[in-house]
DNA sequence: TTGTGTTTTATTGCCTCC
DNA sequence: GGAGGCAATAAAACACAA
């Protein structure tokens, strides 16, 4: 028994076809292919199966026992890979000359051309599983880090009224011994300053807000806190200037570019 | 060598399409 | 109703650690 190459069987000259044995029963077994042995091409075939009573070549399989299943051998298996890269489904022409071309029975080409496209979809799962790990990983990044700039304005505002508060006192103070160091219209200004600043970040609202111009520069082109570089919907809102997306149009978008650029290089691929 | 996990080949049954 | 696709599954072949 030959494991290592354990291809017993690819030799297209000495085996046209070589399964008459496909099994019993069920209603795809055969499909048609089965009468397409004549008892002609039963005398001169090579069977890939051998059910017990048939015949099988002695010299050819040596002492492997029949009913064995034999895998392809890397020839056909690289013909098959490259055939599939072209075109994942099989119409009966090429099935019929790919079968010819690799000594194997038609069927046996289409169940090879099954099974590989349900490995490749297992795959494909897998891939879309990372896109979609790594996409959320990001944005999990992305709203850490808000969190924390919104933690660190919050103690940058509580020491800021610190300070204007104890201002405040010494202005007064200095008012009432006769010294305005600050005029009292500016002093007022400063403080309602401080203060609409602190409601917009303890309440979250935008809309009002008045900061000085020293202030930290927001993006704020409409109604987001986000720093530009920060901004998770950046690539999502491009496409949503309907705002009709939904918030899907991101995966949407970035499954769209991920099985186009598979589909170009497969070929074939149509995302559905 | 052997036990075990993975991959490959093949079957079965159901579904859809023409 | 037949042909072909797919999901689930069986089983042989293979890989590999112990």
Not at 41 to 68: A, L, N, T
Request: charged letters at 30%; aromatic letters at 10%.
């Amino acid at each position: 028994m030959d494991h290592q190459s354990g291809h017993l069987f690819f030799d297209p000259s000495a085996c046209h076809g070589n399964m008459l044995f496909l099994g019993s029963g069920g209603d795809s077994v055969f499909r048609g292919q089965r009468t397409m042995l004549s008892m002609e091409d039963h005398s001169k075939r090579r069977p890939f199966f051998s059910s017990p009573g048939d015949f099988y070549d002695e010299e050819y399989y040596d002492e492997q026992s029949p009913e064995k299943k034999r895998r392809l051998s890397a020839e056909q298996v690289h013909l098959l890979e490259k055939s599939f890269e072209t075109e994942n489904k099989l119409e009966p022409e090429r099935k019929t000359e790919l079968a010819k071309k690799l000594g194997l029975q038609p069927r046996q080409v289409a169940v090879w051309f099954q099974n590989r496209r349900a490995r490749w979809k297992t795959k494909q799962l897998e891939r879309d599983y990372d896109v979609l790990k790594a996409s959320y990983d990001s944005l999990r990044s992305n709203y850490d880090s808000v969190v924390k700039e919104n933690e660190k304005l919050k103690s940058e505002m509580v020491s800021l009224t610190e300070k204007v508060d104890t201002k405040e006192t010494t202005t007064e103070v200095v008012q009432i011994s006769g010294e305005n160091l600050v005029p009292p219209a500016e002093a007022a200004s400063q403080s309602v300053n401080v203060k609409a600043v602190e409601d917009r970040l303890s309440t979250g609202s935008v809309g009002s807000a008045v900061v000085d111009d020293d202030s930290p520069q927001l993006v704020d082109s409409g109604d987001s806190y986000f720093p530009a570089a920060m901004v998770p919907g950046e690539a999502m809102q491009s496409e949503e200037d309907d705002g009709s997306d939904n918030g899907q149009g991101y995966y949407t978008h970035v499954f769209a570019e991920q099985h186009e650029e598979e589909g170009e290089a497969l070929g074939w691929w149509v995302w559905s």
